[in-house]
Nanobody, 114 residues
Framework: VRLVEFGGGLVQPGGSLRLSCAASGFNFSRVVMSWYRQAPGKERVVVAVITPGGERTDYTDSVKGRFSISRDNANNMMYLQMNNLKPDDTAVYYC????????WGQGTQVTVSS
């Protein structure tokens, strides 16, 4: 099993980024997937979740209306579109399977700063 996140970087407040997660080694289209983030000195917390078919999504309150999770099962990819970014969004972002195994990627850094 492998999860690889990419697309992070430095962005100014109000800017946008699109994170990607490339999955391999498991039946991606049958697994609930999620994005987590961990800010400096804080616990890792869930940001968004998406059902296997993509028909249902859920978000933590602080990102509702700004972030959008999606997936492409044909290509084993998951995305997190992040708009109107704020300094409080600065964190390492991880993709994670929501199943018995709970696999994690290595994370990608997002820094929101002027």
């Amino acid at each position: 099993v492998r999860l690889v996140e990419f697309g992070g970087g430095l962005v100014q407040p109000g800017g946008s980024l699109r994170l990607s997660c490339a999955a391999s080694g498991f039946n991606f289209s049958r697994v609930v997937m999620s994005w987590y983030r961990q800010a400096p000195g804080k616990e890792r917390v869930v940001v968004a979740v998406i059902t296997p078919g993509g028909e249902r999504t859920d978000y933590t309150d602080s990102v509702k209306g700004r972030f959008s999770i999606s997936r492409d099962n044909a290509n084993n990819m998951m995305y997190l579109q992040m708009n109107n970014l704020k300094p409080d969004d600065t964190a390492v972002y991880y993709c994670k399977t929501i199943d018995r195994a709970g696999y994690w990627g290595q994370g990608t850094q997002v820094t929101v700063s002027s």
